[in-house]
């Protein structure tokens, strides 16, 4: 299904995870500039960095990334709280912060924080009020301290379920798929790949959710893994052996995976923005510079 309209310019960011100390942080923040990326990105897991400190010490490592989180776990957040750090990291970055937030999905974090899991719905529902919260606070003229971006930090919403497509429809900027969704049986988070089908009908599920829309938003699609090779299949086995719920066929038609030559990983990007509509591409901290020959070739388009 592809989309007349002319496609978004491509925006690439990195989801850096891995705590490090201050001259370690920066120089890796740097890197990311370097190599292309327009955002710079953290999560929100226990035992990675802090989110907000990160980004700051990122803003100030770096002049042209956009900042953002990927994504905060609303769960661990109190609305009130929340907004207090959205505004002063808004503030000290210069206006450069994007606000990734999600549902949550591992219940050993809730567990470790004190915190209850809740039903998905449950989730969902705080995730809303909290985006609810945050835009009539942050809304406010008279809200202190003052974020720098106006009319608001731009929004991103992450997750594929019905309810929280429906939340993104209405409220975010961006909507950002998971190519992959945490099994019910387990309670570390652990994950099993969308199937390209699948991820079809979830983004057609967006669309029409979003149909009223007075400005389309953008689509992002976070990347598992990406490795230049010549042999796919070699690479792809160890998934196999991981998730037994794939053939190879699928795994190898697996969005989330950019595998192959620079060639076929470059025709597949620009396949998958025309098929569901993805410019807004995320990769994990270990990938950043296998997929950096990537980024220069797609520059501009």
Not at 46 to 53: D, E, H, I, Q, S
Not at 125 to 143: A, I, K
Not at 146 to 173: I, K, M, S
């Amino acid at each position: 299904m592809s989309h007349p309209v002319s496609p978004r310019p491509f925006r690439f960011g990195v989801n850096l995870m891995t705590s490090a100390p201050a001259v370690e942080w920066r120089a890796k923040c740097r890197r990311a500039e370097e190599l292309g990326y327009d955002v710079i990105l953290v999560p929100d897991h226990l035992g990675m960095p802090a989110p907000f400190p990160a980004l700051v010490a990122a803003a100030e490592a770096t002049e042209r990334p956009r900042l953002g989180t990927f994504v905060l776990n609303a769960g661990l957040w109190n609305p009130a709280l929340l907004a207090r750090e959205v505004a002063t990291t808004d503030a000290l970055t210069g206006g450069r912060l994007e606000l990734g937030l999600g549902a949550g999905y591992v219940q050993a974090e809730h567990d470790s924080a004190g915190l209850p899991f809740g039903t998905p719905g449950e989730r969902v529902e705080h995730l809303r009020r909290t985006v609810e919260e945050l835009d009539r606070l942050l809304g406010s003229e008279s809200y202190e301290p003052r974020p720098a971006q106006r009319p608001r930090v731009p929004l991103l919403v992450g997750g594929n379920g019905d309810r929280v497509l429906r939340l993104t429809a209405e409220h975010a900027d961006i909507a950002a798929f998971g190519g992959a969704y945490p099994d019910p049986k387990s309670s570390t988070g652990r994950l099993v790949p969308v199937t390209a089908d699948r991820l079809d009908e979830r983004v057609a599920r967006y669309r029409g959710f979003a149909a009223d829309r007075k400005e389309p938003a953008e689509l992002n699609l976070l990347l598992q893994m990406v490795t230049v090779t010549q042999d796919r299949e070699a690479v792809v086995q160890p998934l196999l052996d991981r998730v037994p719920e794939i053939t190879l066929e699928q795994a190898l038609a697996l969005p989330i995976l950019l595998i192959g030559t620079l060639e076929q990983i470059t025709a597949q990007v620009l396949a998958q923005r025309v098929r569901y509509g993805f410019s807004y591409l995320t990769v994990l901290e270990p990938y950043m510079e296998a997929f950096a020959p990537v980024i220069e070739r797609l520059r501009g388009k």
